[in-house]
């Protein structure tokens, strides 16, 4: 006579946690407060009616951001999973929309690491104004080494190359130590720093010859472009993309944290604090625009401009042109706040990625960070390191924020919302642990609010792309359609295909205890029911 044996249980074991709630703030601020805090928003509040932007900026903060980041925490927190450990957790068929957050976190992780890697360069090349008298020039011929056609050109730049190397290592390292050792330490250390440095920055700003009229070009309000709708789209968009919601940051930091968490508490801090730094960069950034505009013998609006032409083209100019001694000093400031800024944000894009392989795998973080971080390091280099890497960056970081951030965002709040009708239990898990209630008006902003002004946004952008006269940035269609709409679509599908793969035995599914889990419909069970009656109890503060 035979006999089956069943198999062993699989030993529960707990998620890795923050040291504290303000570690997990620190490193949620880490992550909100990037490049796009410091070379993006002075343009945008600039463009979109000076002092009068603050207005809708605080509408769009109120009502989309904030709710947003709430909805992040709730779902991090409440399933203790990353993106697709939470979503699978959540409904089995939504799994997809946690792979295809995690998607979008590898390409923006492996271009960031070269924006990274030239501010690490100009750190020192502020010492030397090694750039002379064309920025211009240098940047793009000289440093970039651009090509002059968008091509697969795999020429690897030395001096791209080496800093970008080291800031895989120093990242890969933060991210191998682990979420309490590794990634609490790193943001507990470095928003500290950064905030002191740009503190410093815009001090010496201020203290420059035209920096106040560079200050009345920004806060100057034209109330009139409060009746522009392209205004309001641009103050969602701003906040949208600046506090790291949407694509699977906040989730997977969420799910590090203790069971009795203060999360609305949390989130109005880590909101708020966003919106703070972004101020102060418009405040430091126009006063050195200020200074250059009246060293030049020009107005404001002729040398305003964002991104990498602001840090890498019109900074070193101001740099070249300030006081005698302040230069190097300017210099290494701001691209030391760059730096710092860009690095914390850059853990979190990453362990978006690395948190749901350990969690679908069940490997150790070691295992993970030593095999799928190594190679997302191989390919970021032999990608963005080379002398085409600035136009792929370019097409990247347009595509994958317009057309993949965006769409991810918003099919992830109509399938929570609509189709799972799952918004309630959402609400409840937030009230059940936080300082304060979220009731109606919270479902109103994140059920009809938020899906209008995502969809909007996209829609407005695909209309834009698809009628103007050209492809975006004048670059060739095969590159467009590879690169960008072509990476777009293959970022879903290859979502779709890893949710079909099955989660491995001791994967954090089947071994990872969860004090946050209980049924999600009452009549599951009799325990469900308990779990609904739980649900409707008094609120805990913390």
């Known amino acids: 006579m035979s006999s089956q044996t069943a198999p062993a249980p699989v030993k529960s074991h707990e998620r890795e946690a923050f040291g504290g709630r303000w570690i997990f703030i620190l490193a949620a601020m880490g992550s909100a407060i990037g490049l796009g805090n410091i070379w993006r928003f002075p343009y945008i509040a600039y463009e979109n009616g000076g002092g009068a932007f603050i207005i809708p900026y605080l509408v769009a903060l109120l009502s989309a951001g904030i709710p947003l980041l709430f909805f992040d925490y709730a779902i991090g927190h409440r399933f203790k999973g990353s993106p697709p450990l939470a979503f699978r957790r959540l409904a089995k068929w939504t799994e997809t929309i946690g792979w295809w957050k995690a998607m979008i976190c590898v390409v923006i992780g492996l271009y960031y690491a070269a924006i990274l890697g030239w501010a690490a360069s100009y750190i020192f090349f502020s010492s030397t104004e090694a750039w002379g008298d064309d920025a211009n020039a240098f940047f793009f011929e000289e440093y970039l080494q651009m090509s002059d056609t968008p091509s697969l050109d795999f020429t690897i730049v030395p001096g791209v190359f080496w800093p970008m190397l080291a800031i895989w290592v120093a990242v890969l390292i933060v ?72 694509f699977g940051i906040m989730i997977t930091y969420s799910s590090y944290l203790k069971k009795r968490t203060n999360l609305t508490g949390s989130g109005m801090v880590v909101g708020f604090s966003n919106s703070g730094f972004e101020i102060l960069a418009g405040i430091g950034v126009f006063s050195a625009l200020g200074f250059m505009a009246q060293s030049a013998g020009v107005e404001v609006g002729e040398v305003v401009t964002s991104g990498i032409g602001l840090a890498f083209v019109a900074f070193p100019e101001i740099i070249s042109q300030a006081p005698l001694g302040l230069g190097p000093v300017i210099g290494i400031l701001f691209f030391g706040s760059l730096l710092f800024a860009g690095f914390t944000s850059m853990i979190s894009i990453l362990e978006v990625t690395l948190s749901a392989i350990k969690d679908k795998t069940g490997w150790s973080r070691v295992t993970v960070v030593s095999t799928f971080g190594v190679g997302l390091a191989l390919l970021s280099l032999v990608g963005f390191g080379t002398t085409s890497g600035i136009h792929l960056l370019d097409v990247s970081d347009y595509f994958v924020n317009q057309f993949g951030i965006v769409a991810a965002a918003l099919v992830a709040v109509v399938a929570v919302s609509w189709l799972l009708r799952r918004l309630d239990r959402i609400v409840t898990h937030l009230n059940k642990v936080s300082s304060f209630r979220l009731g109606t008006i919270y479902k109103i902003l994140i059920g009809l609010v938020l899906p209008i002004v995502l969809a909007y946004t996209l829609v407005l952008e695909f209309i834009g792309q698809m009628t103007a006269d050209e492809p975006y940035g004048g670059l060739p269609n095969w590159y467009i359609n590879t690169f960008g709409w072509g990476m777009a679509v293959s970022l879903i599908v290859i979502g779709f295909i890893l949710s079909l793969l099955p989660w491995a035995k001791d994967s954090a599914l089947h071994a990872e205890h969860s004090e946050n889990e209980y049924p999600l419909d009452a009549s599951d069970s009799m325990q469900g029911k308990h779990a609904a009656a739980d649900e409707s109890g008094q609120e805990v503060k913390s």
Do not use: E, K
Request: charged content about 5%; overall charge negative; cysteine-free.
């Open 175 to 246: 991210l191998g130590l682990g979420v309490r050792r590794g990634i609490g330490i790193a943001s507990a250390i470095g928003i500290p720093i950064l905030v002191v440095m740009f503190l410093v920055l815009v001090g010496i700003a201020l203290t420059l010859d035209g920096a106040f009229s560079g200050l009345d070009a920004l806060f100057t309000p034209n109330w009139a472009a409060l009746l522009d709708p392209g205004v309001w789209i641009a103050a969602y968009g701003q906040i949208f993309f600046s506090l790291s919601v949407g």
